[in-house]
């Protein structure tokens, strides 16, 4: 998968206010005409918004459209996997509503984290309270429940008892008028196979914060490309991607990294991927970056000079080697998959991986999940990267390299004091040979 901010829209304004395919429609309802949609049927539509500089892919409940003005929705909801984004989402959301309170003692913000089933009663009797006071000096209230995690699928979630008091709870949401007090609810995480939340979807004034599957990964590159943007900088060829490898979904990392490569690379120059190869630690899975790339792309030079690095900030051996390996593992099925015309390096990775999966997924018996000892289990994106970011070695070589490798690991056993030692001469006989 690539991203760039040509495929990944960035949209401008406050928070809250609707772009891309929404915007047509919402003209229609300013001026008073109706928009029909096929066969009567409501329509889900995916925008983007902006969030204090972060782009978040957006799900709006779908809603049968009438003419004239719509319904008020009886109470803001806001939720999502990730809870960096969804605080931030909502805190600018609140932040927005609050310019129609001015009161501040008709404010308040609860606390909807439960740990046992005793506290989801709490929080909820806690909300029931709140909205259900009236304003000391009049006029409307404004209460968010923050951190709800009850909504999850887990034991507390699952729970009957709080499943019958999230059905309370749904009935208290429904009796809110928006004219006396704006809810704005904030989750995560979320099981969205429940009832209740496709309920919220239809009901509520609905944000999905990140994407579900797929989209999360777009998402993520949405927020730093938001990011970027914002610092007046962008992101060279293969830049945001490898970011993206080294960093992982830890959103608050993705942006400190993306501020500090902004600042390397200066106002108006782009980010490159030799920057973040260099700056940026890899903390998404422990691979080695900088010596494992150092040491497929042939380059022994580099090879020695990243291994000297490692070992002068007091690095040990054994988790160099299990990266190599582990590479080393993929490359060999890639190159077996090249040679047999299964597959292709394309612009976008690995082309055929699917059609060479229904062939040969089922012999990886047992390892399904992500895994070097399954080449299929590996983002096609991310195995192509590794195929083309050096001269690919023949299937030999590969071989020969794993042998190395255990000859490598079992003198690191017998040379406790010379592993740098032994590594270097691991790389002169791979890489000399």
């Known amino acids: 998968m690539t991203f760039s901010e040509g495929s990944v829209r960035i949209a401008g304004g406050r928070l809250g206010r609707e772009r891309a395919g929404v915007e047509e429609k919402a003209a229609d309802r300013e001026s008073g005409r109706a928009v029909d949609q096929e066969d009567g ?9 902006r969030v204090n500089g972060g782009l978040i892919l957006v799900h709006v409940a779908p809603g049968r459209i009438v003419r004239g003005m719509a319904a008020a929705k009886p109470f803001f909801f806001v939720c999502g996997a990730d809870d960096f984004l969804v605080n931030r989402a909502g805190k600018a959301r609140f932040e927005e509503l609050a310019q129609d309170v001015t009161d501040e003692f008709s404010r308040e913000v609860l606390s ?12 909820i009797n806690r909300f029931r309270e709140s909205v259900q006071t009236v304003s000391m000096f009049g006029g409307k209230r404004l209460v968010w429940f923050k951190d709800v995690n009850f909504l999850a699928d887990t034991v507390t979630g699952r729970a009957e008892s709080t499943l019958k008091l999230v059905e309370d709870w749904k009935e208290l949401l429904e009796s809110i008028d928006p004219a006396q007090v704006t809810v704005l609810i904030t989750a995560t995480p979320v099981d969205r196979r429940r009832a209740f939340l496709k309920w919220c979807e239809k009901t509520a004034e609905f944000l999905l914060i990140g994407g579900d599957g797929d989209s999360a990964a777009e998402a993520l590159a949405g927020v730093v490309l938001a990011e970027a943007r914002e610092l007046g900088v962008s992101f060279g060829d293969g830049a945001l991607q490898l970011l993206l490898a080294k960093v992982g979904a830890n959103t608050r990392l993705l942006i400190e990294e993306t501020h500090k490569l902004a600042t390397y690379a200066g106002e108006g120059k ?14 998404a899975e422990g691979d080695f970056f900088e010596a494992a790339e150092a040491f497929f792309s042939g380059d022994l030079t580099w090879t020695l000079q990243a291994l000297h690095r490692h070992f002068f900030t007091g690095g040990d051996a054994r988790p160099i080697i299990s990266a190599l390996q582990n590479r080393n593992r993929i490359l060999l099925q890639v190159r077996a998959l090249l040679d047999a015309g299964e597959v292709r390096l394309g612009p976008r990775g690995l082309d055929g991986m699917p059609k060479a999966q229904a062939a040969y997924g089922r012999h990886f018996v047992g390892a399904t999940e992500k895994s070097s000892y399954n080449v299929f289990s590996q983002n096609a994106w ?9 001269k690919l070695p023949t299937l030999r070589r ?12 079992a003198e690191i056993v017998k040379r406790s004091d010379e592993q740098e030692e032994v590594l270097r001469d691991l790389a002169v006989r791979c890489l000399s040979a």
């Open 398 to 409: 590969l071989i020969d390299n794993q042998q190395e490798f255990i000859t490598a690991f």
């Open 270 to 283: 782009p980010i490159e991927e030799a920057h973040v190869a260099e700056l940026t630690p890899n903390v």
């Open 112 to 123: 909807g984290f439960a740990g046992n089933v005793g506290e989801v009663e709490t929080a």
């Open 382 to 390: 991310y195995v192509g990267k590794l195929a083309s970011g050096g």
């Open 41 to 49: 049927e409501s329509v889900a539509v995916r925008h983007e918004r």
